[in-house]
């Protein structure tokens, strides 16, 4: 069979399927990987000494086990005791697990680096503690972060791969699936990387752009060299 | 039926499982570290073409998923280059390690670079050839000041080893599966493997500290770090 | 005089650093145990001109001799000619993973072969020189900036130099310091080193100098025994340059 017919009438339709799957999987987790991320953070830096301590050893224990087997607890340890999702969702739920417990590290280290002075200035206006972590301390903190951030964000879309090995076909399946039918390993697996690639590249430079966009003037870098 | 006395009939199966895990990390940490230091340099030191060479490397195998760059290595470049006959553990430590060389060599350019000139300066007005400089001053330096950093590649590397359980390496997450199939008990093997993963991460974690403290000198921030 | 007694020979040294002509043709014999002193505006090239000399910072133009070889176009033989060629810098650059006495002992192993007691006595005598033997297992960290310097001091005696170039060796350092490491080059230059001093220490210069050189715009404007450069009516701009100075500090 002709290389280019392979490529544009057979892999290209078939990926593209996958492709959709990815971006689903991704945009299903991002948000709330983000969301968990600045809970856990916030808890742990300004909750009680039971939130600090939850939030301390949700950390502790996604971080050090592989995501490989979270997918596998989620999706064939659950139903064990009653609880199933399906193979979508089990993937979505583990992302967003072990998305949220590394943002959570960045936007911790971030908050650490907001001086104490902020806080103080805004309570001296009124405001309740949990305004002040709202409305002046997370807003400078995940600007912060942002690097951090961006960096798990491009880890979440090469990791949405092991959605996979649960039997969704996102992008990676679908490219295991023709290499396997065609029996063309390398064009398949080289053409599905060549997609993450342009993914990564993509992702990076937006987020550069972003980063520009929302610099505060004489904040951002500095103060990240210096911690540094 | 037990669980527990279960669990301890396997225990053997389960243990020879973090030695091939176990073994898998410290091959490919190895690999990583014997390609990423060069690679390193070449960054630093070398000339455009191979700056433009280990750029695209470093490109190529940190925007690539893991499990993607298992399937392309074992289904596609080894048999491709006459090397099927690879075991899986082999492809997936080479695999592991060649990734891993992408992320140290970044790790080692920033250490090297942020050795002052001035080190360079007074290594060469003492007549030493750029080479003995680098080897002699300039790296001992590096590799202190990158040893922190390159400790957090080992807990990377452990989690994404059970990647290679996609191309049928007979690791621990292979060897869970394979109980939990055989035994029908899965919640508490699951668990255990995960703890056996938690242990061995933030143990091995806690010995790279340790080697950090222990070759620390005064004036590197390595102990603090 | 004897041209036998001439052990460095600088001639025409030019450099430019993007459109800045940096050294404008500088030309002086060295001769053995001779101590020359560079004084002059910052900016005026002293210290590219030191780095000229062992080719640190290869010149445009002009020709450098040691001991009558040609160490300018010297190719790999440069770093035969750096060990005969010690250099003090102003922020003492020690290997700031070693020791005292392993910051000496470096190039001693490393690029003249010597066996490991050998260099370590040869080590350990240079801090004596310099008075920092009770320091020798101290890394650069924990010595104050005189202390440092002094070992940067051991470090290039350790090679046996012909001729040690010294680029503002005090100017990182506070008064006190400044005396510690003056006194070491004064008793240098007591003991025959020939040494190429670049510094803003008037007192040093008239009290150690055989020779003042005043640089002003890349070239040698004034040049002679201390005594002739600040007394004499025919020499007025390194006067002047002094007088500048010390108005400033005034201030």
Known sequence: MDQSVFIFDILLPALMQGLVVTLQLIACSAPFGLALGIAVAV????????????????????????????????????????????????????????????NAEYIRGALISIKDGQMVAARSLGMTRWQAIKNVILPQALRRAIPGLSNEFIYLIKYSSLAYMLTVIELSGAGK??????????????????IYLVLVTITTAAVSILERRVAVPGTARAATAAQL | MDVLSILIDWLPYLLSGVASTLGLVLAALTLGLLLGLPMALGQVYGSRPVRWVVGVYVWFFRGLPILVLLFLFWFGIFPGLGLGDLSAFVVG??????????????????????VGEGQMIAARSLGMSRVTAIRSVILPQAMRIALPGWSNEYPNILTDSAVCYAIGVVELLTITARMVTQTHI?????????????????????????LEKRIAIPGFGTGAM | MNDNDIVLRVEDIHKSFGGNEVLRGVSFDVRRGETKVFIGPSGTGKSTLLRCINQLTPPDRGKVWLDGEEVTNSGARINYFRQKIGMVFQNFFLFDHLTALKNVELALLRVRGMGKAEARAKALTELR?????DWADHYPAELSGGQAQRVSIARALAMDPDVILFDEPTSALDPELTREVLEVMRKLA?????????THEMGFACSVANEVLFMEN???????????????????????????IDSRMED
Request: with cysteine.
């Open chain 3, 129 to 133: 020189q310099v008075g920092m033997e």
């Open chain 1, 43 to 102: 808890g742990r830096q300004y909750g009680g000494r039971v939130t600090s301590w939850l939030c301390k050893t949700f950390v502790f224990l996604i971080k050090g086990t592989p995501l490989l087997l979270l997918l596998f607890i989620l999706y064939f340890g659950l139903p064990a005791i009653g609880i199933t999702f399906s193979a979508f969702v089990a993937s979505v739920v583990g992302f967003i697990l072990c998305n949220g417990a590394y």
């Open chain 3, 190 to 198: 007591r003991e025959g080193m020939t040494m190429l001093v670049v």
């Open chain 3, 218 to 244: 890349g070239v040698v404007a004034e040049q002679g025994s201390p005594d002739l450069l600040l007394h004499d009516p025919r020499f007025t701009r390194m006067k002047d340059f002094i007088g500048r």
């Open chain 2, 186 to 210: 899965t919640m508490p093997i699951y668990l255990a493997t995960a703890g056996i993963f938690i242990i061995l991460n933030y143990g091995g974690l806690k010995a790279l500290h340790r």
């Open chain 2, 93 to 114: 430590a080479v695999v592991l390690g060649l990734r891993g060389a992408a992320y140290q060599s970044q790790i080692f350019r920033g250490a090297i670079q942020s």
């Open chain 1, 177 to 194: 699936l023709v290499a396997t039918k065609y029996f063309t390993y390398t064009e398949s697996f080289a053409v599905v990387g060549v």
